[in-house]
């Protein structure tokens, strides 16, 4: 329940989307991303790709699923920068890493490196106007 209370508090831009916009995106992004990543684990666990090939959709994972525990369980928007920064290097990373073996997996993940990207400015202009 502070969730919200304590993103509410926050200084955030003008261009800042409403706070209800986050739950039907991320529901929609999650989706792509089950569907895509779980392609590939299933293509690593079948030996067809290798691990380097699924390593960084592993750390996107890890550090998605990172990001609201240091957003708003620590309030800490320094650290929940730098774990957007980490969402978006691997997130391209996975792209490129994939492309060569199944080039739908990499276009199903423009939606979410749009929101990714997108979402990092606005991580980043949040902890910059609330230092």
């Known amino acids: 329940m502070n969730e919200p209370i304590q993103y509410a ?7 800042s989307p409403p706070s209800w916009i986050f739950g039907p995106v991320w529901t929609f992004l999650y989706v792509l991303i089950a569907v895509s990543f779980g392609k590939v684990f299933l293509m690593a666990w079948q030996k067809e790709v290798t691990f380097l090939v699924a390593l960084p959709f592993i750390l996107n994972l890890i550090f998605n699923f990172a990001f609201t525990p240091l957003q708003f369980g620590l309030k800490n928007n ?15 990373w996975a792209m490129i890493a994939i492309y060569p073996h199944m080039k739908w ?3 199903i993940q423009i939606p979410y490196l749009l929101w990714v990207s997108f979402a990092t400015v606005l991580q980043l202009t949040i902890t910059y106007i609330n230092r």
């Open 9 to 15: 508090k926050l200084l955030k831009p003008s261009w």
């Open 78 to 92: 320094f650290l929940a920068g730098i774990d957007i920064l980490l969402i978006l290097f691997t997130l391209i």
């Open 105 to 107: 997996i990499t276009y």
